[in-house]
């Protein structure tokens, strides 16, 4: 049932994760403080770049070639992007048994690099890069280099970073690129993420009911909830009668349900919950090997 009233400020997300598991979902709002702009946030409004789609991607070389043109110029900024104070909070708070875990739509890995340990990649992660054919993976560093090595000099080509390691550049300028193919078999490389009008994979979203099943509580970090793959953990958190909370810039499709939403930036907001509950703002270093 919607909750009447969910813009709650930061007490009521305290009380919401004090004694309790909770597991996160992280969302792209989470990274644009690290540099990586996203598709429906309040700057991004103003934007028109429209992400591509798997069938497109599928059934047409010409737009194939585009896609990784343009992803052969972002992919250095993108590469190049580190944690912000927000993923270092929920890696603290992970660290302390606060969060169990989380489930993040980001394809960033920033969440890794920030020390959380037990995450769910809903749809994949932009490191690694998959043949549709026979199914081998590839780092995407190695195929950077050879998008470079059979399009030299591309890399010095200028453009504006666009979300998820895409660039922007002109469907004239990417007629001649070309794109090399699968060194097992000669089938068609894809990054080895989820593209919008593809399905996620089984057992990636098991294991994310899995995380929130062990857990008292949901809280949504940087998502707008348009997409069904992130909201239905909402619905499943509040029919299973776990409170649900979300840190977010502007209101969620899953606002009316919440018992608690902030509006915040979550690189101010996540330290301080962190620290009020008397744990560091960044979990502690590893030990040496």
């Known amino acids: 049932m919607p909750h009447p009233t969910p813009w709650i400020g930061f007490d009521g997300l305290l009380d919401l994760v004090r004694d309790r598991t909770v597991t996160v979902l992280s969302g792209a709002g989470m990274s644009t403080e690290s540099g990586i702009p996203d598709y429906r946030g309040p700057e991004s409004r103003e934007t028109d770049h429209s992400p591509i789609q798997y069938d497109e991607f599928v059934a047409d070389e010409r737009s194939r070639r585009h896609y990784w043109a343009r992803s052969a110029v972002g992919w250095p900024s993108f590469e190049a992007a580190a944690p912000n104070d927000g993923h270092r909070a929920l890696a ?97 490389l894809k990054p080895h993420v989820v593209f919008f009008g593809e399905n996620t994979a089984d057992e990636r979203v098991d294991a994310a009911w899995s995380l929130l099943g062990e857990a008292d509580a949901l809280l949504v970090v940087g998502s707008s909830l348009t997409v069904y793959s992130g909201f239905r953990f909402v619905r499943g958190a509040v029919e299973a009668s776990r409170p649900v909370g979300i840190v977010n810039l502007g209101e969620t499709r899953g606002t009316p349900l919440a018992a608690v939403h902030v509006d915040a930036r979550l690189g101010e907001l996540l330290p301080q919950l962190a620290q009020a509950l008397g744990l560091p703002a960044a979990p502690p270093a590893s030990s040496p090997a």
Do not use: K, Y
């Open 92 to 188: 603290a708070l992970e660290s302390a048994g606060v969060v169990n875990g989380l489930i993040t739509q980001n394809v960033d890995r920033l969440h890794q690099a920030a020390g959380s340990r037990r995450v769910v990649e809903l749809h994949g992660a932009l490191a690694e890069v998959v043949c549709l054919e026979c199914g081998a993976l590839t780092s995407r560093h190695t195929m950077q280099d050879r998008l470079l090595a059979h399009n030299p000099g591309w890399d010095r080509t200028a453009a504006a970073l666009a979300p998820d390691g895409d660039a922007s550049v002109p469907q004239a300028v990417t007629r001649t690129f070309t794109v090399p193919a699968c060194r097992a078999c000669g089938g068609v």
